[in-house]
């Protein structure tokens, strides 16, 4: 592994890990010997990061050089730690992580008095009944939004139907117990909504249709804010299907 990634790695180990941390946890975190970490944690000191402990101690990065200091309110941190804590309960594993990930950088950026409260924030997020599993397709339809490519889908209604037809997938929408995908059919050529775990099949295509994204979730968005539900059927439109 080049040494610029592994000096990378052991920086976002740092930043994911809780504090001190021993080198025997950050070397297998980062795939590498213990003797090899500890040059890679004196080159980060070289660089600039203020690394605490020592072997047997355990370490703990109290200033990272490849982030800016933020300045956030105390509020400000309090709503970044719950929102990030609902992303991890509501999203499917990638999701999840990205979001454990995003939190870490965030705080990491922090000074010292203000990352303690990010730690210890005083709102939390519980809920009594815990949302299903994300279906394993959801990672597939969020990239094929961003690359604006069309998808395939065999899909199941509520009424029990089967059809197949084409979507260009616009947006995921996270409600309380169903997981929702905004979409153009091109078969009906109208907007449509979908529930993800109904998608029986989803296969990604080569048909793009680049760069139509943003003007159509614009559209269907302000045709849903005259006056439609959001939370009608999946399936249906703006015309019967």
Do not use: N
């Not at 740092?14 to 213990?34: C, D, I, W, Y």
């Not at 101690?57 to 609902?86: I, K, N």
């Amino acid at each position: 592994m080049p040494r610029a990634d592994r000096l990378f790695r052991l920086l976002q180990a740092f930043r994911m890990l809780p504090q001190p941390v021993t080198a025997a946890r950050l070397a297998e975190e980062t795939g590498v010997s213990q003797r090899t970490l500890y040059r890679d944690i004196e080159a980060l000191r070289a660089g600039g990061a203020l690394i605490d402990g020592a072997a047997g101690v355990g370490y703990s990065l109290t200033e990272d050089p490849a982030l800016p200091p933020q300045m956030l309110t105390r509020l400000e941190v309090e709503a970044l730690a719950l929102g990030l804590a609902e992303v991890r309960q509501m999203g499917d594993p990638a999701l999840a992580a990205a979001a454990g990930a995003a939190m870490a950088k965030i705080t990491a950026t922090l000074p010292e008095r203000m990352q303690r409260q990010a730690v210890h924030a005083v709102s939390r997020l519980y809920r009594l009944e815990p949302r299903q599993p994300a279906p394993a397709h959801v990672g597939l339809l969020r990239e094929a939004s961003w690359e604006e490519r069309a998808v395939d889908i065999d899909y199941e209604d509520l009424s029990g139907r089967k059809t197949s037809r084409r979507i260009w997938p616009l947006a995921l929408v996270y409600f309380d117990r169903a997981l929702m995908c905004l979409a153009f059919c091109t078969v009906r050529q109208d907007f449509r909504r979908f529930h993800v775990d109904r998608m029986r099949r989803v296969r990604l295509t080569g048909d793009s249709f680049r760069p139509r994204r943003a003007a159509l979730l614009r559209d269907y968005l302000a045709t849903i804010r005259r006056g439609e539900d959001l939370g009608r059927p999946a399936g249906t439109g703006t015309t019967p299907t």
